[in-house]
């Protein structure tokens, strides 16, 4: 079994520092638990919904946040590993705004 690695990107990064509201924190630190237990855990974006910019990425998926907030991330592996790659967390706005709903 391979062993599961979670990244996240410098954006991410930032969105988890700024934070003041303590739940969607729990939530965001709670769905990483998750996904390193489960790297599927959240639910694949349909390819025809795959917006331009992201249509290189490999395995696109979105986790659901507290207060309608959205994870993206993508998954990549090798023979020993699986990477779990966060690159978005997001509100329902942005989201929506990324997605071009």
Not at 13 to 22: A, I, P, R, S
Not at 24 to 45: A, C, E, H
Not at 89 to 96: F, G
Request: glycine residues 4%.
């Amino acid at each position: 079994m391979r062993e599961i690695v979670v990244f996240t990107i410098d954006i991410a990064n930032e969105v988890m520092t700024t934070l003041d509201d303590g739940t969607l924190r729990r939530s965001i630190l709670r769905t990483i638990t998750l996904l390193k237990q489960d790297p599927f855990y959240g639910n694949q974006v349909r390819k025809h919904q795959i917006p331009k910019i992201l249509q290189h990425l490999p395995n696109l998926r979105r986790a659901e946040l507290a207060g309608y907030w959205r994870m993206l991330y993508y998954l990549a592996s090798d023979e020993q590993y699986t990477y779990v790659i966060i690159f978005e967390i997001c509100d329902h706005h942005r989201y929506d705004k990324i997605f071009g709903y």
